[in-house]
């Protein structure tokens, strides 16, 4: 009976153009806007099929480790997920899941994915 809210933080690297040369206002609105558009279609599925969950997706212009330890703030589980790795030795997380499991309030889990 939770709300859900799903975040994607993105913050374009420098090959964009972001730093050290701004990129048009635009160009990063429609990034964004198509990052938007597959967020939402990849949440649509699950809402259909649940409902009676209301669900918040959003995409964001933001450091997603920031963005994510911020909603954790007011969160009562953050769910982050990684990629599942065939190796063996190292880590097997990323920057963005290692930043929120060190500064995050709320508990979090951590979901594998191909």
């Not at 964001?60 to 589980?77: C, N, Y």
Request: proline share 11%.
């Amino acid at each position: 009976g939770a709300p859900l809210t799903v975040l994607h933080g993105w913050e374009p690297p420098p090959v964009y153009g972001a730093r050290p040369l701004p990129l048009a206002a635009t160009a990063l609105e429609d990034v964004l806007g198509e990052r938007a558009a597959l967020l939402k279609q990849a949440v649509e599925p699950w809402a259909e099929r649940y409902p009676e969950v209301a669900v918040d997706a959003r995409a964001v212009l933001e450091q997603p480790a920031v963005l994510l330890t911020r909603a954790a703030a007011e969160a009562r589980l953050l769910v982050v997920g990684r990629r599942a790795r065939a190796a063996r030795l190292g880590t097997h997380i990323g920057p963005v899941t290692h930043g929120v499991m060190h500064h995050a309030s709320a508990p979090v889990a951590v979901v594998p994915h191909p």
